[in-house]
């Protein structure tokens, strides 16, 4: 496999390090995209069959024990792409050992949202141009649709931006894992169908059978977890608070930060995107924090960044 790494590291103006800065992040070399509506017909369908595979449920029906499976697997897949995905592998907000990062990036993968790879270099693109032209994902550039997930089926944003994730591209099981990303989906898949299979016989009382699970605690919670994750790039950019005036139109969000375990707070997150921590304050409810702060104590990740005080309260 050829990688093609394309790095030129230039000096940040300190108010920009200040600000908004993303640490250890290379500089974009690549020139932002031309507006182009050229479409991966193949990805659409895909898109498409993940929706359409929601609709059996009126068949299967429902059990207490489906619901908490689908419920349970958007949790813990939505903490793999906030905690895993985006502030690991796109911010870098903290350290972990190479098992843990592997662990993430399965668990991530998962979701059916391409690889850490992908994903990371999508989204340090996303911080660079933010709500500029060139931004991949803007309400105010594309309009919502296409910030909300009209731009992932664009063959121009399907392949890996290697030039942007150098610094974890080096892995070869990460590497192996983005390229084969579709694994992880169909596994929990077949997990999901195997498990109701196996109470069906074995605890009858559950009223659950392969299918239900499959479509509940799959398929339904996968595509409750696209448009989780997808809100933070349309609506979070459309509707709240602006606390600081960073250059995008990023917004802060109760309801989105509850739905996406802290992402919400995505104004907070432009301002000062290598913070571990996107609910600056207290009552700034995230989540994510509070898992990585526990693993933290367990020793599974360290050197977790935080905003300095005085810049946290500067308005
Ligand atoms: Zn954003
Ligand atoms: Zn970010």
């Not at 063959?155 to 099981?173: S, V």
């Not at 509940?216 to 996968?222: A, L, P, R, V």
Request: proline residues 6%; contains cysteine.
């Amino acid at each position: 496999m050829v990688l093609e790494l394309n790095i030129q590291l230039k000096p940040l103006s300190e108010s920009r390090i200040m600000a908004q800065q993303t640490l250890h992040r290379p500089q974009i070399v690549t020139p932002p995209p031309q507006t182009a509506t050229t479409y991966s017909y193949t990805a659409w369908v895909f898109f498409a069959l993940m929706h359409l595979a929601c609709l059996p449920v009126l068949f299967v029906g429902w059990s207490p024990i489906a619901i908490g499976m689908a419920v349970a697997l958007y949790g813990v897949r939505m903490f793999a792409i906030t905690g895993g995905y985006h502030r690991y592998f796109s911010h870098r907000s903290f350290k972990t050992s190479r098992g843990v990062q592997f662990f993430l990036a399965l668990l991530g993968a998962s979701a059916a949202q391409q690889g850490p790879l992908w994903w990371a270099a999508n989204h340090r693109h996303h911080h660079h141009f933010s709500d500029q032209p060139g931004d991949l994902h803007s309400p105010k550039q594309q309009g919502f649709f296409m910030a909300h997930i009209g731009w992932i089926p664009l063959q121009q944003n399907l392949p890996i931006r290697w030039n942007l994730i150098p610094d974890f591209a080096k892995y070869p099981e990460l590497r192996w894992l983005d390229q084969n990303h579709i694994l992880a989906p169909f596994a929990l898949g077949a997990l999901t169908f195997a498990l109701g299979s196996l109470l069906e016989t074995f605890a009858p009382g559950l009223g659950t059978n392969g299918p239900q699970m499959l479509i509940w605690g799959f398929f339904i919670s996968t595509v409750a977890l696209y448009h989780g994750t997808f809100t933070i790039n349309s609506l979070a950019h459309t509707w709240g608070q602006r606390r600081y005036a960073t250059k995008d139109d990023s917004r802060n969000n109760f309801w989105l930060a509850l739905l996406t375990l802290g992402e919400g707070w995505h104004n907070n997150h432009h301002y000062y995107a290598s913070s571990v921590r996107q609910g600056f304050y207290w009552w700034e409810i995230d989540i994510t924090y509070y898992v990585l702060w526990s693993m933290a104590r367990l020793g599974l990740v360290w050197d977790l960044k935080q905003v300095p005080r005085h810049l946290r309260d500067r308005r």
